[in-house]
């Protein structure tokens, strides 16, 4: 047993799903597209920097560049941007559930566009993985701007699993810290404008937000990234997305613990159903595989 492999991907689905909480804080206090675009540039600098300083390089290959140039456009740019703005009206623990999907997206957009063999365990994964968060996101819809959120993040989630398939064949190589930082900048680079444009640079300064933000810098935004290139790197894409099956749980508790955001029965049964559909799915592919 690789208990290595385990304890990295606990800690991913651990800071991942804890992202959510703190950007909930974020955006309560400071427009959410500022406020992410800050964080991709210090967090692209620093990890650039600390990449320079142990002997990274960026000059990287087509490859790498492809990785770069997706996951800052579809994760941060795409998925973040639009799970930010959401989080102004929807709930830490809704957005985190949402996100849960993106390994049933992969499974069924893999299985529809590329011919990839789901077997009848894949198949009803993907039908309580969906039932889960149907049964969730239906109880708490409540008003227009909720209904709006929810298509902000399922759009995000649809973007994040464009960037998963397109990373199986990216290999980051020795120099993961460099594409990290850089697929940060990029990200930076695809929102800016956008804050510009829509959004207006009004802060209600706190200790609360700043310590969310420097959380969100520093563990979601570098070590969580850093923490699934190399999962992937040691036992691939596939069996590393199986440790989104613990975002659903962490990400419910975390904002439950820390937010106060409430926990219903319909709740911890979606979450058990989904984390069940999760888990199906991805165990069905590493069988086919």
């Known amino acids: 047993m690789d208990f290595r492999a385990i304890g990295m991907g606990l800690a991913f689905a651990f800071m991942w799903a804890s992202a ?12 959410p597209l500022y406020a992410l675009s800050l964080r991709f540039l210090i967090s692209g600098l620093v990890a650039v920097g600390v990449a320079r300083l142990i002997g990274q ?10 990785a770069v140039v997706v996951f800052g456009i579809c994760q941060n740019a795409m998925y973040l941007g639009l799970n930010f703005v959401a989080m ?9 559930i949402i996100a849960t999907t993106m390994p049933l997206i992969v499974a069924g957009a893999s299985w529809a566009l ?20 149907s049964v969730i996101t ?25 960037a998963t398939m397109a990373m199986k064949t990216a290999n980051a190589g ?5 594409i ?23 802060v209600e300064w706190s200790g609360a937000l700043i310590a969310a933000f420097w959380y969100t810098v520093l563990i979601p935004g570098l070590a969580a990234t850093w923490v699934w290139f190399r999962l992937v790197q040691r036992i691939g894409a596939t069996r590393g997305a199986t440790y989104h099956f613990l975002t659903p749980f962490f990400g419910v508790a975390v904002a439950a613990l820390l937010l106060g955001e409430r926990m219903g029965w319909a709740d911890v049964l979606g979450v058990v159903v989904i984390t069940l559909g999760i888990f199906l799915v991805q165990t069905s592919r590493q069988r086919a595989r």
């Open 20 to 31: 959510f909480s703190s950007a909930r804080i974020i955006v309560t206090a400071a427009p």
């Open 57 to 66: 390089s960026w000059t990287l290959t087509p490859r790498q560049w492809k």
């Open 88 to 96: 102004q009206w929807v709930e830490a623990s809704l957005a985190a």
């Open 114 to 133: 590329l011919g990839e063999r789901l077997t009848a365990t894949g198949t009803i994964g993907l039908f309580l993985g969906f039932l889960g968060v």
């Open 138 to 162: 239906l109880t708490r819809m409540e008003g227009a701007d909720i209904g709006m959120a929810v298509g902000l993040c399922v759009l995000g989630v649809i973007a994040l699993s464009v």
């Open 174 to 178: 020795k120099d993961v810290l460099m």
């Open 180 to 202: 990290v930082g850089l697929q940060m900048l990029v990200g930076m680079a695809a929102l800016i404008p956008f804050a510009l444009i829509f959004e207006t640079w009004r």
